[in-house]
């Protein structure tokens, strides 16, 4: 059965307890702060909804992270932040015993998480490390490519923090830590057998866990909302996790691959930016004669994959409007489920998130 896009009559911040935000094109962008952002987790927070500032990105410590938000006027604790390298850390731990030597591709904050959950780190493949564990720093170089995949030559377990392919950053896209496993990976042919960050759900679970008052039990899922801008980590980690969730349309993902996507990265619901939190989210319906409405939108996509977009009364322009989007994305969803040829669509050419 296809699941669609859902609606809210109220903000989902009055509606969930606590907001699992991604942060490299969610929040920031690089050193920059994504617009509305500050706004949208202000308004958010004064209606109740506890913050939570998740990242596959490995190479800061997490107050350094809470000091970039702070220098955007957001106010939180060092702990709300939670990186790759913690639930890395933690996922070692249960894979490995005690005192184990793991080489560290990665920085000073994966190291110290390494040796808090009891493990030792190393620098090199010499030193005979029973694991290697790879993230994206700046400082990646060769030299600790070439370590790991000696080590791993050499019969030591590979793990990674995430596979992210690409990295937002002020200057446009560059390569992630996914892009920076490749070399090892084509020199040892041994892929990563766990990866800590998203799309894996681990990083949500054990952001609630974290982040439970010490007064309370875990965090039901049920009131906990992911919110990402990447189709193929954020969301994908909620669907795993039986999360719903929010796509902002500020970073990675593009109208096209939305309306495309298949069931496991398909959100729950959309929005410009994080000022989404704090607006009542609009429920698409579909007639009887198979047209999607959405506010002021219709969307009706035909047998042959021709897709008809029509602004009812009042509407505006249906191709620089969100509410369209919606229409438009449920009717493809349910044209891709019953077995449409997705390869022959021809796409509406929205600016929303183009």
Not at 171 to 183: E, I, R, S, V, Y
Request: proline share 6%; charged share 25%; with cysteine.
């Amino acid at each position: 059965m296809t699941v669609f896009l859902k609606g809210t009559d109220d903000a989902p911040a009055k509606t969930y307890h606590l907001a699992l935000l991604d942060l490299d094109g969610v929040v920031y962008r690089g050193a920059d702060p994504v617009e509305h952002a500050a706004e949208g987790i202000d308004r958010a927070q004064t209606l109740g909804m506890r913050m939570a500032y998740t990242t596959n990105n490995a190479s800061r410590f997490p107050h350094v992270v809470a000091d970039q938000l702070r220098g955007f006027g957001l106010t939180l604790d060092d702990g709300q932040v939670i990186t790759s390298a913690v639930v890395a850390a933690r996922m070692l731990r249960r894979h490995l015993q005690e005192g184990a030597r793991v080489l560290v591709i990665g920085s000073d904050h994966l190291r110290d998480q390494i040796r808090l959950n009891g493990m030792v780190p190393v620098n090199k493949a010499a030193d005979k490390p029973e694991a290697v564990i790879q993230a994206w720093y700046p400082e990646l170089s060769w030299q600790d490519l070439a370590q790991a995949a000696f080590a791993i030559e050499n019969g030591a377990r590979y793990f990674t923090t995430n596979k992210d392919q690409t990295l937002p950053r002020e200057g446009g896209m560059a390569p992630g830590n996914g892009a920076m496993l490749q070399p090892v990976i084509l020199a040892t042919g041994k892929q990563p057998e766990d990866s800590a960050g998203k799309p894996e759900s681990a990083m949500y679970d054990e952001a609630r866990q974290l982040l439970t008052d010490s007064q309370e039990k875990s965090l039901d899922i049920g009131r906990c909302l992911p919110v990402g801008d990447r189709l193929d980590t954020d969301i994908e980690a909620a669907n795993r996790g039986g999360y719903d969730s929010m796509l902002v349309l500020t970073g990675v993902a593009r109208t096209p691959a939305i309306l495309t996507a298949p069931a496991k990265l398909r959100p729950t619901y959309l929005a410009e930016d994080l000022r989404g939190l704090t607006a009542p989210q609009p429920q698409p319906s579909k007639e009887a004669d198979q047209t999607w409405h959405c506010g002021g939108q219709t969307a009706k996509v035909d047998d042959d994959g021709h897709v008809t977009l029509r602004a009812l009364e009042g509407g505006g322009d249906p191709l620089s409007d969100l509410d369209a989007v919606r229409a438009c994305a449920c009717a493809l969803w349910e044209y891709q489920d019953r077995g449409g040829d997705m390869d022959a669509l021809d796409l509406p050419a929205f600016v929303v998130g183009a």
